[in-house]
């Protein structure tokens, strides 16, 4: 088992910062991809931001330019900075873990945005 923990959300006004970080700990083998995903009340959740074992990235459009995604391969941890947030980005973000043995995703954080 892979326990993917989120810590980082909060309040923050449209135009602030924030930075989110997910910690995997557990049985962890092989991970090949990592990635943050969000759902904003009454919507289906959708990927924000991944990145591969190899460092290849890729994001939503709506956050190109604004977020950043990383990883710290030898701590099994995953960043997300977000900047020049705006209201559309408030949702609750999950990051998961992909492994040889399957998706494990954390319980996510809060992320809300006010104009």
């Known amino acids: 088992q892979v326990q993917p923990v989120e810590s980082g959300g909060g309040l923050v006004q449209a135009g602030g910062s924030l930075r989110l970080s997910c910690a995997a700990s557990?049985?962890?083998?092989?991970?090949?991809?990592m990635g943050w995903y969000r759902q904003a009340p009454g919507k289906q959740r959708e990927l924000v931001a991944g990145i591969t074992d190899t460092g290849t990235t890729n994001y939503a459009g709506s956050v190109k330019g604004r977020f950043t995604i990383s990883r710290d391969n030898a701590k099994n941890t995953l960043y997300l900075q977000l900047n020049s947030l705006k209201p559309e980005d408030t949702g609750v973000y999950y990051c998961k873990v992909l492994t040889a043995r399957g998706n494990y995703w954390g319980q996510g954080t809060q992320v809300t945005v006010s104009s």
């Open positions: 557990g049985s962890i083998f092989s991970i090949s991809f």
